[in-house]
């Protein structure tokens, strides 16, 4: 099997770690994305199966996992990172778009009982971040796919179809996110470049603790008839695959990731 460039960004921690783990039990050598989580994410690297003995033709300058930084909001740091993953990884064959933030600290901002000013800088690091971070590293990373083809996956959300009413902005950022992907599906098409999304629910990670704790917890666990959140491990399967070479007839779609805690029509 060909070992393939992938870049996973914001995969220090979470549905990202398990997506770098993945792509590299398979084989793949993987770029870890981070923002500023330096540590966890050369740990992560040190980790992943083969790390620094993945065979890669003689002729490519990469080898092995390596770690690469940007903040998605600074759109030249986006183009240095993606480019730099290139170079070290000997080319990019897939990108998953993880990287994503709820807020400032994760701050709800409802329309009453958020300033104004407030509600301004909400969006702007919310949207900056996870739709037009993500548009920026897709044009920059379809730059180095446009000759032999790619897989693109985003990660979205179920919020960007039951609305979430606390995070308006998190909710509107990934439904952008779903627009984008479909509409870079048909886009990128005859260029052999493949966009897919998945939409996860509830994921069990250290980002969610908090909120899993307690009552809170319960009801959570009770929006899906099997009374329990995803595994990171169920979200990266469903990811790599709609990265894999049999996966091209699924560009465009948007795969629910919920347990049934969200139907939609």
């Known amino acids: 099997m060909t070992s393939r460039a992938v870049l996973v960004t914001g995969a220090s921690r979470g549905i990202g770690r398990a997506v770098a783990q993945a792509f590299a039990a398979g084989g793949d050598r993987v770029a870890v994305h981070h923002r500023d989580s330096a540590e966890a994410a050369e740990r992560l690297r040190a980790d992943l199966p083969g790390a620094g003995h993945v065979v890669v033709r003689a002729d490519l300058p990469g080898a092995g996992h390596v770690v690469v930084r940007a903040d998605l909001t600074d759109p030249d740091a986006v183009r240095a990172m993606v480019d730099e993953a290139a170079t070290r990884l000997g080319g990019l064959d897939v990108l998953v778009n993880n ?33 037009t971070g993500a548009a920026n590293v897709t044009w920059c990373a379809a730059q180095h796919m446009r000759e032999r083809g790619g897989r693109i996956v985003n990660v979205s959300s179920r919020g960007a179809f039951r609305g979430e009413p606390e995070q308006p902005a998190y909710g509107a950022s990934k439904a952008g996110l779903n627009a984008l992907g479909q509409s870079l599906a048909v886009a990128l098409a005859p260029y052999g470049i493949t966009v897919a999304t998945v939409a996860p629910g509830f994921v069990e990670t250290d980002m969610t603790t908090e909120h899993l704790d307690g009552e809170r917890g319960v009801a959570i666990r009770a929006q899906s008839p099997f009374n329990r959140v995803a595994r990171p491990e169920e979200i990266a399967a469903a990811v790599h695959w709609l990265a894999s ?21």
Do not use: C, K
């Open 99 to 131: 990287a994503g933030v709820y807020g400032e600290r994760d701050s709800p901002h409802p329309v009453f009982g958020t300033s104004y000013d407030e509600w301004r800088a909400r969006w702007r690091q919310v949207v900056e971040t996870n739709l």
């Open 245 to 265: 070479p049999a996966s091209e007839w699924a560009s465009g779609t948007i795969v629910d990731l919920n347990g049934a805690s969200y139907l939609r029509t």
